[in-house]
Structure formats: C-alpha cells, structure tokens
C-alpha cells in the first residue's frame, strides 16, 4: 500500500513504540503500575508521565501546562464547554472547523466566520468576535492545509475579554505554534504518536472546570487513570519531531514540488501560499472521487475529513469555499509526510492520475 493520508493518522515513530514498551509490561516488571500509586512503581510511572510532558511542551508556547486528554476531539470539546463557563458572553469559529468544535458550535447556534475561496478567514477587524466569550481558529486546516492567522485572531479576541482556542492537530511538531492562544488542542498519533491520546494546553492563570468528574488524576484537572504507556510514546514523538522539525518540513517541500508537478492537469483547492506543503488537496473536472478511492485501491488516499468519512456528506470545508456540488465530488485530499519516499509518491500519483485519465476517457 502507498500510504498518502498524513492528515488522518501518521505511521508509529520506532522511538514512539521503543518509550511505550516499558510500560505494556505484564507481570514480571513494574511497569503495568498505575501512576497514581505512591509506592515506588507507581511512582516511576509518574515520573515519566512528567517527563513525557515536559516533551510535549517543549513544542507549545511557554506560560502554559499541558494537560493530557483521549485526544484532540476531548480537549476541543472540554475547552469550548468549560470556556464557555468561564466566558459567558458567546462563542465563534471559523466555518471549517474540525467537526469536534463545529458540531458543538453548531449545537449552541454560535455565529460562524466564513472562509473565502482560499480557505482562509477574513482580518479579524472584519470578523465578529463575541465580548467576554470564546473563539476557536484551526491553526491548519485538516482539509485543505490553509495556515490561519491565529497570534492576530488571539490578540482580537483578547481586546473584547474573549479566549482563543486553536485547534492545532495538524500543525503540531510541524511547525511553530504562535503565541497568543489561551487553549491548544494537539493529538499525539498526527506526529507518528499513538492513537487514543492527546493534550490540551491551558495558559498560565486561567482554570478550565474539570469536562470529566471523578478522581482528578491529571492534575485534579481530568480524571481517569493515565496511560503511561501512551504518554511516553506522545512524548517521544514529540521529541523525535522537534530534533526533525527542519528536517521533515524541508522533505515535505520536496515532496509538494514532486506533486504538483505530476498532478499539472488538477486544481488545487484552498490557497497554496499560505498553507502547510504536507497537504494537497485537489479536484479534477469531470472526475468521480467516490469511483477513483474504488479504482485506486493500491493507495490510500481520502475524499476529505476521515472523522466525517461516514456521514454520506460532501466536504463542509469545500463547501463553505464556494465549491459547487460537482466540485466536491471531483475533490480528493492528498498527505504525506516523514517516512513517505519521493518514489512512493511519484508511483502513487501515477496511478491515480491514470485512473482518472481513464474515467474521463470512458465518460467522453
């Protein structure tokens, strides 16, 4: 399989699954412990729970504390719930927001900034932004790549008393996050981590109400027992991507440049200047999607989203940049990353293009 879908998962970092092993040891070892136990196997799991998060950290804003989650879907919805407690004054957020923010943002009939043919949102002096409420920017957009101002949107926010959430799973360990944010929602399994983990940054002097009751054990913030094991393979891969970071964005770039090029005949949806080079998403006229992933079944690439992957519907994002109906269907989403080769690609893009050449071909 030539594996083209960065945005949805990444492939396990080796130093990922290295840190975890440890801590999936059964009986024999001391490192199934629970890291809320004060004897001492307890305590070396605390231990590297710390240090894990301190690896996280090291790649987000300082003036603020990481607090581990399931993963990004939790922290979004724990922020924009909590947030709302401590900011009572309204919500917004960008109209292509991941579905984690969008459907609670739609569920509370919170206004929405649209987004123009680009995918990017307008200045924030032209957007309406709530008083003494909150408002949630993806830093990248999981669909299209596009790269939104969110230090401006934050410092805009902030004069209305407001809080900045940014959704920053995609750009995460690949690129510098801003300051300015308030929360920041990372997922550990979109940078070569594993899956079921992720993190919300708090910013120092600002405390969220607890989104699940119980015990509090991380840090009387979240309760539920933490995984040692997951969060010593966050913190590797996080580790791991801030010794790579200029090293797998200057591998990316090479990567767009062989893309683009071997996709001449398609249209680039979403803006190409400012948007993270690890993203192509396209669209071919004429061309059904749905028939290509059937076609193409040597590659695994997407139509969009995998979390909307099952509704049936085409794209919010693309819609909300103006795309027709026709446009949607015609669109394909393209990712790749650390461990994809530059022959991988050329390979793979090859045989989707010929399978769309054929399409359109047959449909003549």
């Keep these: 399989m030539y594996y083209l879908d960065y945005q949805a998962t990444t492939p396990l970092a080796p130093e990922a699954l290295e840190a975890m092993l440890p801590w999936l040891a059964g009986p024999g070892s001391d490192g199934f412990a629970n890291p809320s136990s004060q ?17 996280v950290a090291a790649l987000l804003p300082r003036g603020g504390r990481v607090h581990f989650t399931s993963g990004a879907t939790e922290a979004l919805n724990w922020a924009l719930v909590s947030g709302a407690r401590l900011r009572p004054g309204g919500q917004t957020g960008s109209a292509i927001e991941h579905h984690g923010a969008l459907q609670r943002l739609e569920d509370e009939g919170a206004p929405l900034i ?15 932004l709530p008083e003494n409420g909150l408002v949630a920017l993806m830093l990248v957009n999981n669909e299209v790549g596009t790269i939104q101002p969110v230090a401006a949107y934050a410092e805009a926010a902030h004069a209305r008393g407001s809080l900045l ?64 094991a997951l969060v010593a393979g966050f913190g590797a891969a996080a580790k791991v991507a801030a010794e790579r970071r200029e090293q797998d964005a200057a591998h990316v770039a090479r990567l767009w440049e ?8 398609w249209t680039i949806n979403g803006s190409v200047e400012r948007r993270y080079r690890g993203n192509l998403n396209v ?26 992957s099952g509704s049936g519907k085409t794209s919010h994002v693309l819609r909300a940049m103006g795309l027709d109906e026709r446009q949607t269907h015609a669109s394909i989403r393209l990712g790749w990353g650390r461990y994809t080769t530059e022959e991988e690609l050329r390979t ?12 359109l071909r047959f449909a003549a």
């Design 39 to 55: 004897y001492r196997a307890g305590r070396a799991a605390a231990a590297a729970v710390e240090v894990a998060r301190a690896q």
């Design 165 to 228: 959430l940014c959704d920053a799973v995609q750009a995460y360990g690949r690129m510098a996050i801003p300051d300015g944010p308030d929360l920041i929602a990372i997922s550990a399994h979109k940078l070569h981590g594993p899956k079921g983990i992720g993190a919300l940054w708090v910013r120092d002097g600002l405390r969220l109400p607890p989104f699940i009751l119980g015990g509090g054990q991380e840090q009387n913030m979240r309760s539920g027992t933490v995984s040692p």
């Design 283 to 308: 669209r071919r006229e004429g061309v059904n999607a749905v028939r290509l992933l059937s076609d193409v079944r040597e590659v695994a690439f997407s139509l969009g989203s995998a979390c909307g």
């Design 114 to 128: 649209p987004v123009g043919a680009d995918g990017l949102v307008p200045p924030p002096d032209e957007a309406e």
């Design 258 to 265: 062989v893309a683009v090029g071997k996709l001449a005949g």
């Design 348 to 359: 793979a893009l090859g045989l989707i293009d010929a399978a769309a050449e054929r399409q």
